[in-house]
């Protein structure tokens, strides 16, 4: 996934788990999870610019691009019940990226490497450091990482309704 503002750092970030759902050939919702940074939403909020890359790394070579304007959703907006349920529930949600598909492009894929899957992070990192805080230590963590971009911007996560 890659946005950027006018100015400034442009970010460009690996996703995983169960977090992306087709709605139509025209839209697609991801589900942002915490993390160390949260550029993502600064700069969707500045631009709303965003780029979703997918390769395969199995004998079948191919990567697609999927190009559009994206809006941020917080768990305070109205649409948030509605879009969350459409994802398992996941500990550390902070955003949900609603994207507007402009344009598809795919490419042979032929300069990416062959790779097979040993292991994820998610069951034995992820999953059990989030999982063990309750509302008030997630937000106290979105305060110390998540409040700002790199390049010093809102990210308004913490925002009232």
């Given at each position: ?45 500045e631009d709303g610019r965003m780029t979703l890359m997918f390769c ?16 941020v959703v917080h768990p305070r907006d109205p649409e948030w019940n ?37 292991d994820t992070r998610v069951e034995k990192e992820f999953l059990p ?33």
């Amino acid at each position: 996934m890659a946005t950027a503002a006018a100015t400034g750092h442009i970010n460009l970030s690996p996703k995983g788990m169960d977090t992306l759902r087709v709605l139509s050939d025209e839209r697609v919702i991801w589900l942002n999870l915490t993390g160390i940074g949260n550029e993502t939403a600064t700069h969707v909020q500045e631009d709303g610019r965003m780029t979703l890359m997918f390769c395969s790394f199995g004998e079948q070579r191919l990567t697609l691009r999927v190009f559009g304007t994206a809006k941020v959703v917080h768990p305070r907006d109205p649409e948030w019940n509605n879009l969350v349920a459409q994802f398992p529930e996941l500990p550390g949600c902070r955003q949900i990226f609603d994207l507007d598909i402009e344009l598809i492009q795919t490419s042979c894929g032929s300069t990416v490497p062959h790779m097979e899957l040993v292991d994820t992070r998610v069951e034995k990192e992820f999953l059990p450091y989030y999982e063990t805080m309750d509302r008030e230590e997630l937000e106290n963590y979105w305060r110390k990482y998540n409040v700002t971009s790199l390049d010093g911007l809102p990210t308004k996560i913490l925002e009232p309704s």
